[in-house]
Nanobody, 125 residues
Framework: QVQLVESGGGLVQAGESLSLSCAAS????????MGWYRQAPGNQRELVAA???????KYADSVKGRFTISRDNAKNTVSLQMSSLKPEDTANYYC???????????????????WGQGTLVTVSS
């Protein structure tokens, strides 16, 4: 089985920085895109940033210039460096892995999407 485990959430003040990390576990062969989504109370889950295997990244307009996504394909990890945080960045942040190929039970298997359990980021004004 494949699991994503996030870490790094917490409480910070506006203007400060915070880094999130996500590690995928299991007998993973490859992961296509990895990304971070967030969901604030009463809002829909939205894409924050995503990165492909080659390192090409895209960001939500609201975080461009403040957040940086990176990944380590060898370690199956993805990170999100957040700076100049604003109160409106407060949300549960979820790690996402798209098209995960893994080896289990003597077979290569594929999952279209895997989600982490989420980590809370709170930015106080």
């Amino acid at each position: 089985q494949v699991q994503l485990v996030e870490s790094g959430g917490g409480l910070v003040q506006a203007g400060e920085s915070l880094s999130l990390s996500c590690a995928a576990s299991g007998s993973i062969v490859s992961i296509n895109a990895m990304g971070w989504y967030r969901q604030a109370p009463g809002n829909q889950r939205e894409l924050v940033a995503a990165i492909g295997r080659t390192g090409s990244a895209k960001y939500a307009d609201s975080v461009k210039g403040r957040f940086t996504i990176s990944r380590d394909n060898a370690k199956n990890t993805v990170s999100l460096q957040m700076s100049s945080l604003k109160p409106e960045d407060t949300a549960n942040y979820y790690c996402n892995a798209g098209t995960v190929t893994y080896y289990e039970g003597g077979l290569y298997r594929r999952l279209l999407e895997v989600w982490g359990q989420g980590t809370l980021v709170t930015v106080s004004s």
